[in-house]
Nanobody
Framework: QVQLVESGGGLVQPGGSLRVSCVVS????????MGWYRQAPGKERELVAR???????DYAESVKGRFTCSIDNVKNTVYLQMSSLKPEDTAVYYC?????????????????WGQGTQVTVSA
């Protein structure tokens, strides 16, 4: 059983900063990617940032230069440091993990999601 537990969301003023974290636990062979998606009311879920094995990252255009995604491989924790926050960053932020897991006869790839954490940017 794999679990993703997020923390760190909350209310912040425009221009402020916030860091959200996500710990992955359970049985898996390898973390391939971990990242963050967000969903605002009435909108589809969208990729915010992700980090690949080896450390390379991928960001949505709207957050480039403001958000930083990082990973602690020892703690199996992914972070999203958000700066210069804007009201349009308001959303539920979901942690995502793309894992390799051992199964009988080999391995398989699976995607897991956290429960989401609310980030609200408002004066």
């Amino acid at each position: 059983q794999v679990q993703l537990v997020e923390s760190g969301g909350g209310l912040v003023q425009p221009g402020g900063s916030l860091r959200v974290s996500c710990v992955v636990s359970g049985s898996f062979f390898r973390v391939n990617t971990m990242g963050w998606y967000r969903q605002a009311p009435g909108k589809e879920r969208e990729l915010v940032a992700r980090i690949f094995t080896g450390g390379s990252t991928d960001y949505a255009e709207s957050v480039k230069g403001r958000f930083t995604c990082s990973i602690d491989n020892v703690k199996n924790t992914v972070y999203l440091q958000m700066s210069s926050l804007k009201p349009e960053d308001t959303a539920v932020y979901y942690c995502n993990a793309f894992l390799t897991q051992r199964v009988s006869g080999g391995t398989e790839l699976n995607t897991y999601w956290g429960q989401g954490t609310q980030v609200t940017v408002s004066a």
